[in-house]
């Protein structure tokens, strides 16, 4: 079955169908990433956008239920220049573009994915949609123009829980680590963002038990739970428009010791006076470096975000910066001065990507211990 893709620009590509029919607005995106297809799908931080894989050949290895990061597909389509229809691997229970038909996400193969990334890097990422019912640019655009634009956009409301609820081991390892810590030293308030199962499980692991709230829960429901911690989880659209996170989590600051990835990480650079801003293209994949300004040290993460802290307007008083992007010079990470919390812009749970920056998990549970 045919598809079309246009971009908000007025660029178009055809190509065909291999998920779900019918049409989908989002902002499109690319991810680097070799490898961790199913991941990136069922990341709740990719709520709202379509996303481009540049690496050619996708979905050898076919699904599997161990490799997904919450309820299911998050995405709005999936883009890639060819599919593979033959998988082989020892865990697949099915192939990609079936997950995507079940799940009805709109899927497109066989298109210059050298080309549409190219366009993205040169123009930034944008508005598009994707369609396999209707091939009328004029009409495209008009949908597209009713699809507001991810700045302003809160999108974490879409993909936070509910209620709160107790993780319970799943039963499935993660990575580098064959064993689950059975002994849970530690009590972690997780705000859901649009958290990852992996990051449960890499807390679970550092023997944390762990207490996932929604993310309009205020700073004294969390803190009625007597948590040691508190984790700010990753998510979707742009940290300015989630007010209320950023208000509890000024509630929080000085009552637990906190850690944030991504999302949260930005959440916190509000909360503490700092401003944000959405990049061009922002950094999606497992291969981004990223320096240890105190000891120089780079470790190659795995990441997935399209806005960015200002490093300059950070209080300088009580937050330092602590790690950098070393393609781009933006903000990877910080501390505060007082020792009591820290956060990263990337992903240390690797999943998909490389292990380099699980210890910080250790770091939050020496926090916790201090």
């Given at each position: 079955m045919e598809a079309i893709i246009l971009l908000e620009d007025g660029r178009a590509f055809e190509g065909r169908s291999f998920g779900a029919e019918g049409e989908r607005?989002?902002?499109v995106v690319f991810n680097t990433s070799m490898t961790g297809y199913q991941e990136i799908l069922t990341d709740p931080s990719y709520k709202g956008q379509i996303v481009t894989m540049t690496y050619?050949?996708?979905?050898?290895?076919?699904?599997?239920i161990q490799d997904v990061e919450s309820g299911g597909p998050q995405v709005e389509g999936f883009i890639v220049k060819e599919?593979?229809?033959?998988?082989?691997?020892?865990?697949?229970?099915g192939s990609l573009g079936q997950y995507l038909s079940k799940n009805k996400i709109l899927g497109v193969e066989g298109i210059d994915t050298r080309a549409l990334t190219k366009h993205i890097r040169e123009a930034g990422a944008m508005k598009c949609i994707i369609s396999t019912t209707?091939?009328?640019?004029?009409?495209?655009?008009?949908?597209?123009?009713l699809v507001p634009s991810m700045?302003?956009?809160?999108?974490?409301?879409?993909?936070?829980?509910?209620n709160a609820y107790d993780w319970v081991y799943d039963g499935v390892d993660s990575g580098w680590y064959n064993q689950h810590q059975s002994d849970e030293k530690y009590r972690v308030a997780a705000i859901d963002f649009g958290i990852k199962t992996n990051i449960i499980r890499m807390l679970a692991w550092q023997g944390c038990r762990v207490k996932v709230f929604p993310a309009g829960s205020s700073g004294s429901e969390i803190l009625d739970w007597n948590p040691d911690g508190i984790f700010l989880s990753n998510g979707p659209g742009d940290p300015s428009a989630v007010t209320y996170a950023v208000e509890t989590v000024r509630e929080l600051l000085e009552k637990r010791p906190i850690f944030g990835i991504c999302l949260g990480h930005q959440i916190l650079g509000l909360a503490l006076g700092a401003k944000t801003y959405k990049l061009k293209f922002g950094h999606r994949g497992a291969n981004q470096p990223v320096k240890d300004i105190k000891t120089g040290k780079v470790d190659i993460t795995s990441q997935n975000h399209g806005f960015c802290i200002d490093m300059d307007s950070l209080p300088k008083d009580i937050v330092r910066t602590t790690h950098i992007n070393l393609n781009d010079n933006t903000s990877e990470g910080m501390e505060l001065s007082?020792?009591?919390?820290?956060s990263v812009q990337y992903h240390p749970e690797a999943s998909p990507g490389p292990h380099d920056a699980c210890h910080l998990f250790t770091n939050f549970t020496k926090l916790m211990d201090g």
């Open positions: 607005v989002g902002e050619p050949h996708i979905g050898n290895y076919g699904v599997n599919v593979s229809r033959r998988v082989s691997n020892w865990r697949s229970n209707d091939f009328d640019v004029d009409s495209l655009k008009e949908k597209m123009d700045v302003g956009c809160d999108l974490v409301k879409e993909v936070t829980c509910k007082n020792g009591r919390g820290f």
